[in-house]
């Protein structure tokens, strides 16, 4: 389940490392509070059983439980690397005139803007993230769909793909989604086809990971963009500090500030049921399991990351001398 702690001096022996993990699903498992995500039919015939947990290190060492070979659909997850991958086609002077930086409070699918710019408020909601997948280069749909999966890929370490049903299910039932993309159009927030960028935007939600992904993909973050597993370099390490920055105060909704206080690491959660935790320099942690908050983040991974950050002092402001060293 783990590769041995190597010389790098991850001061965790992989043995006991396990034994948090194991103890951690064990303590989980069992735990049934939350629902699936209905209003995406497809997602709400997902098994609300699974569950796993996985951490990959910035020397690639890998420690996993649960079912986390299990596929599922990125989701909101997608907003982080889709922005990075912007951010790489222009800029981050560009990119902030589309989109702000500024945590909201509200709702992840909220129809607002900021009244005085009329840009969405970060790439984290969903307004944000139509803006930002409206960036993303390409000559026409299919060249920018490549572009993204080859991103994916980089991340990944392996080939990813869209889950069609989820995509096609998304895509008849994305009516909010609608209403946000011609409310940012109207203010010029957007200037490309209306229809091609949702339907890039609901693909990029629908890439096919698992639980190990999301920990290489965190990982990778951890990592100065450089993919732990592969040592390919999956994004522009100038851009990493603008992405932890937006994933820290906004990637958790409406659940940012408590999120920060308890857990205090840059992540981002999905409705799929996925979050996705960087330790900057350290490691990247993933966890999946599909019953959700009222907010829209898993229940079971909130509280895997609590304590997670807890037990081995992850915390970016931890001042404890039992804090995770490497």
Known sequence: MANQANS??????????????????????????GTLANYIPELAKVNPELFSICIVTVDGQT??????????????????????????DHG??????????????????AIILDEK???????MVNAGAIATTSLIKGNGPTERLNRVLEMF???????????????????????RNRAIAHLMLNFGMIDQNIEEVLDLYFQQCAVMVNCQDLAVMA?????????????????DSRYIKDILSVMYTCGMYNFAGEWAYKVGLP?????????MAVVPHKMGIGVFSPLLDVRGNSVRGVKVCEELSRRLGL???????????S
Request: hydrophobic residues 30%.
């Open 63 to 88: 420690y996993k439980v649960g079912d986390y070979q299990q596929q599922f659909t990125i989701q909101s997850i997608s907003k982080v690397f889709a922005y990075g991958l912007a951010l790489e």
């Open 267 to 275: 992540a981002k959660s999905g409705v799929c049921g996925g979050i």
């Open 153 to 175: 890929s980089k991340y990944t370490g392996r080939d990813t793909m869209v889950d069609i049903s989820v995509f096609t299910s998304e895509r008849s039932t994305g009516h």
């Open 8 to 33: 790098e001096g991850l001061e965790i022996v992989s043995a006991p490392f396990l034994a948090v993990l194991n103890d951690l699903y064990s303590k989980y498992k069992s735990k049934k509070e």
């Open 117 to 123: 710019s009329k840009r969405p408020y970060n790439p």
């Open 219 to 235: 990982a990778t973050m951890a990592n100065k963009g450089v993919n732990p597993v592969t040592g390919e370099q999956a994004l």
């Open 92 to 109: 981050r002077d560009y990119v902030l005139t589309r989109v702000g930086v500024e945590p909201t409070g509200d709702a992840f699918n």
């Open 315 to 325: 915390h970016l402001f931890e001042c404890s001398g039992d804090s995770f060293n």
